[in-house]
């Protein structure tokens, strides 16, 4: 079947195609279109019976003459070429090159939509990755293998965010970096993708990046794929040749409206605010391919960035993200809008696998501690300025206006700094008790009285 | 034989005609299975629990000839089974670490023996009813498991191994149907998940469930054969209370149902439950676990049936004479799954996309749980405790809803409270129980007479803790009296030093209801001891800083459930640390200072 060639299609109407008579094609199966033009399209099975079957088009439907258009079904899912020389490329959202360079060729090329990883095969992520910024590490540390996406809106610095992991993310006592990144954009504009790319080739990573760019004004179908296309590489990367690979994926918000906008064509019934009932799963095999296997040595770490629509974080793409993904940091225009970089909002930013990386064997025995005294702090110190702001802050007891002083110090000096500065996880507990020690020991509770005595500034307990 | 008329997504249509509604089919090359939820003359519609890429029109359909099932026998405990009940332990020693398509591996061992001890109270030639036990298999250290007549035979037992190893597809006897028809018996059976398993009657739940969760036993408790609901926003904690639960309520067996949620998760469970020691037998957990997981990037379909074979699995336990616990986590996620096989199927959504029939699936599910007297005449439970993933945090959502008027104990997990890491998040203001007068007697015979009345008084602290906490908003804290002040500062007391609890510190995860009982009295003793010198005229601001607040606020990370001694010692020394301020306030005329 693979080479013939068919001219039924019957009609085409907003990326979809219907091809009449075309018996026993197998559903899933990846097709080249060939238009009047001679122009090749490619598009996936969707739906497959002897009379119709229905193929979406990634490039889209414009300008398609039925009569003029020759359909040949491959007979294969979609596949991406793997081998070494992935390293260093850029492709685009379906997995070929837009660096000007060849095809890769090799016989090992894979189907795109993965399988799903048996759970009894996971290994549990517990190895603590230093990324260096202290609302992270100190408070939502990220563990090889999470997958912890950034929530962010128009106009914070998600990007750099993203990038100054990238830059820093390290296994303590590792020297330098020993991760491979995987960089997929999918409805990134040109300067958010130049942006990553300058900052890959500053650090000289930029050997040690593959590419899967399907920009804003490139076909919105497409989008649904370069996700896919790009987890595949990081499997292949991480359980093949063992790499620990950094999965940096923008911006998920994209991703759902292409999946939204299909869906509609599709008549599929919505559920929320237009978004098929079906968009937590599909989220899921995504957001699902991070992790661990057991008896492997390689890992994917994901750091997806998703820009939450009106900064609303119940809206259904960061919910329905939130459900799956192991946390989240989330990004806030107040603190950004004080100047705070990088302006993590910490009381609703959360790593689940924190409990599990931390503590004695892995960074310091009293970090579960000191992380948990800070949220417990820092949210009692934002009811007080809460407080202050409607009765004044002449009114205010001296213990709230320690308080007080104590949020400001945490949000200028813990959860703000540097674009470059790169601190260790000792030098992020040691500021953190410094400025718990702005506080009375008896405000302390969540840690113990052996580590009060030990690291508060202000002496006894 | 039939075949593939058109896929659609996980939808296939077929010919097949004489299919039922229910029937499990295969189809295609690879023997994919599915099951059939739609007919139209000679078409059927039919969904498949796994991916359907590669399928073709023309390729062959055939119906299996009876409804979805579980093998129910030895080798269930410590088994982690796909939400079709396919054991992923094995699958993944057949077919790799990803779920390959098509392969077939049965739930239950078939190479493994058993030792089987039958019961002497059967006799060949006696009769034979469903549900009586036929003897025992010692499945794990903690656990007999008692072989059990499938629940629809009546007849005479004709024959009955005697004592000896025998393998699933042994028989272990024979039994003569009222029919004339001979039946063999083995040591498991197949029972159709969707239809609920027969028992004599139901039983008053009489014993509360304990979790070892103090805002849970001690303010809002589940009995055993209850049922509960934990519903929460993302990260409010919902996954790990019901792991708490999971790992240290006193059930026998335990049940977790990972319904389309994260694949680490479950490796979470099953790595840590053999490392840890069940606090009522001393036997590692996973010794009376089973897993079910549909992870939430396994095919859907599958979801919906998960929940199904879970409770299955419980109600076979359940007929042992078993305390059962089954946590789903989430009930949204099967839901969810309903809404998509409705939708398929056309049929009209009322609220948010869900069909009409939501409320009564759940409901119909929900009363799977309860105590009940088994066929045999024992006594087991089931007890469901649902997480509920509400979207937005919504909960006048239609999940969220239904779910609250099925269950007896709502656990509400509050973001404010996650976010400031209060965790347990339980919201003692929007959480409820109806099984607290059940319960009150468990505890006043069990623990302390005085039980009842401690929460109550704790809950109303609580309560007028939050009215005081809004005045506080508004004007500051200076606006209160001393007497509110104190009461502010003992609410504070009671969330810090007893609500909150910390699943990841080994002291704190669990606590004996004693353990529970002595810090709730030990909280309330201070904040009486306190109201009395307010009374007496000394300001709250001199109490609030007793740096005795401060040390109570440990106490239950510093003593664990098997040292409630030196707790209690603390508790008799409550008094004494009052002592001086009371000196300085009683004045000299009362008679209790003039006797002294
Ligand atoms: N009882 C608890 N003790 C300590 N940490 C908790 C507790 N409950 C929840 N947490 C923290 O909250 C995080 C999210 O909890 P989880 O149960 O996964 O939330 P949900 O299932 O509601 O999304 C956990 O990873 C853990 O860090
Ligand atoms: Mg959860």
Redesign the pocket.
Known sequence: MKNIEFRTASSAQGGLVVMAGVPGVAAGSRVQLRDHAGRVRSGLVIRSADDAVLVEVFEGTDELDLERTWVRFLDEPFKLPLSRDILGRVFNGAGLPRDGRPPVISADRRDVNGEPLNPAARAYPREFIQTGISAIDGMNSLTRGQKLPIFSGGGLPHNRVAAQIVRQAKLLGEEAAEFVVVFAAFGASHADARFFQESFEESGVLNKVVMFLNLADEPVIERLLTPRAALTAAEYLAFDLDYHVLVVMTDMTAYAEALREVAVLRGDVPARKGYPGYLYSDLAEIYERAGRIKNRRGSITMIPVLSMPSDDITHPIPDLSG?ITE?QIVLGRELSNQGVYPPVTVLPS??????DGIGKHFTREDHPHVASQLFASYAKALEVRGLAAIIGAEELSDADRRTLAFADAFECRFIGQGEDEDRSIHETLNLAWELLSMLPPDALTRVSEEELAKYHKGGEA | MGKILEINGPLVKLELPQTVIGEQIRVGRQGLVGEVIGRDGDTALAQLYEDTAGLRPGETAEGLGWPLSVELGPGLLGAIFDGVQRPLLAMRARSGDRIARGVAVPALPRDKAWHFVPDPARQAGGSLAGGDVLGTVQETESIRHRILTPPLIQGELLELAPEGDYTLDEAIGRVKLADGHIEKLQLFHRWPVRTPRPFRQRDHAVAPLITGQRILDTFYPLLKGGKAAIP??????????Q??IARWCNAEIVIYVGCGERGN?LTDVLESMPELKDPHSGRPLMERTLLVANTSNMPVVAREASIYVGITLAEYFRDQGYDVVMVA?STSRWAEALREVAGRLGQMPVEEGYPAYLGSRLAAFYERAGRVETLAGDHGSVTLIG?V?PPGGDFSEPVTSHTKEIIQTFWA?SKEL?DA?H???VDWLESFSGYVSSAAKWWAQHVDPNWESARAEALDLLAASEELQRIVNLVGVEALSSEQRWTLEAAGLIKEGLLQ????DEVDSFASPEKQFALLAALLEIYRQGMKLVKLGAPARRLIQMPLLAQARRWKSQHSSDDIAALKAKIAAIPAAFEPLLQEYAAPSTPREASS
């Open positions: 459900y946390g959360l790593s689940r696998l924190m409990k | 929460g926003p993302f990260g409010a904690g919902k996954t790990m209370l792991q708490q998760e986590d997480a993933s997990l996650a890491r965790y347990p998040a609890q910390s699943a990841i």
